[in-house]
């Protein structure tokens, strides 16, 4: 006994890495309220089958609970609700319901689908028009569809079927969209999804969050370079004695907060932001609950709470609940047309800007054309040309890594050298891409139901898509 006592400090001193997932109990949670919110969602929002959706939304989970004929789950198609797991069961129920303007939100594991009226939702009347009778890009009526003088048609052809028809399994391309000179020059959809499909963006949404921000900032009711100022937690700390008071919104949308990584750490699906996407928590409380591990802006690690505390610094920014939740449509979606996104929110009414925005290809290549257009829509400049050249600029923390990401848009990495060393990319799970490449006056649009290893690779789509643009 007394030589294993004298051991012990050697172990606990070792590094050796943990072998039981002490964190368990709460992926089963999380895995069933991801199901039940991608339910929701693929049913009331993308209007979906119930088939399409265990076929292609709930193709990377696990373990899905059932089938498309039935299972431990309950669709109210009445009320838009979804519940999945069994009450008797060991996991809780977890319950998701489509709330008006903002797409389906999850409720905590203790709540019931009495709390529907609780729900934050948003009651704006839609743009004025018909898109149908409205021209591209701010609506849908293309007139002129023959391909431009100097675009290889062929060449366009070969890359939307090395898109589509993959010999992996794993990669589900359901739509693809190239824009040259603001006009459409390719647009493809897969079986059971078309124009007006809205799926889930993932973390594609963290550029349109950056967007938003930047608006501000043009507006200087936010500052890069100052301190977030948000009411850090657990609260009670004497005045300028939290070390994390000195991070700023350059830092967080630099991913280098220097926060304790939760994401990074392989714990998205077990803590941290996933109970924030999944099991109804907080997007708010964790991200400004985790401590301060280094000094901001000196590593990079990829974390969904940084996002998230800009976001609620946004929040701050505007000081009015309701200002908040109409923010994305009037400062942004209405006046480019973005008429399918919705911008979800968490049951608290905080915007979960990191991930849950639902949208379609044609309304992410306006997106993308705002960016390609400097910022200018119609003659009227949205985000200036600072701010676009702040998400472009390699993060410093990224410097040892290939510099490989701005300010919530994903680089060109340094040893990529077959495509632009201009174009940049917003990046979602499940191969969500909208590329700009400003060189060639190019915004394309991948979007996808990717699973299990995925591996879509944005850089190797723009090579291929370039190719018709020799």
Known sequence: ?????????????????????????????????????MMCNGLFTSHRTLEQVFAQELAFLPQPVGTPTGGDYVVDRGRKTVAVGAVSGEVPVMRAAFSDGVGCVILAPDQSFEAIDELPSLAMPPPPGDPAKIAWPDGDLIEDTALPSGIDAAALAAVSDWAFDRESPEQVTLSLLVVHDGGIVHERYARGVDVKTRTRTW???????????GMLVDQR?????????????PAGAPAGTDPRAGITLRNVLNMASGLQPVDDNELE?????????WAGASSTVGARSRPLAREPGTAWNYENYDTLLAVYAMKRALGNARTYLEFPRRALLDRIGMRNTLVSVDRFGDFVLSSQVYSN???????GLLYLNGGVWNGERLVSQAWIDFVRTPAPATATTGRQYGGQWWLVPDDRHDVPRDAYATAGNRGQYVIVVPSHRLVIVRRGLDFGKQGFDRWDLTREVLKAFN
Do not use: C, N
Request: aromatic letters at 10%; zero cysteines.
């Open 1 to 37: 006994m007394l030589i294993a006592a004298a051991l012990l400090p050697s172990l606990a001193l070792s590094g050796e890495a943990e072998r039981y997932d002490y964190w368990q109990p709460q992926r089963a949670m999380i895995r069933h309220g991801q199901q039940a919110l």
């Open 203 to 213: 973390s594609t949404a963290k550029s349109i969050a950056a967007t938003l921000i």
């Open 361 to 367: 290809a044609r309304d992410l290549a306006r997106f």
């Open 221 to 233: 009711r936010m500052t890069l370079d100052a301190p977030l100022g948000v009411d850090w937690l």
């Open 269 to 277: 699906y077990a803590t941290g932001s996933g109970l924030s996407y």
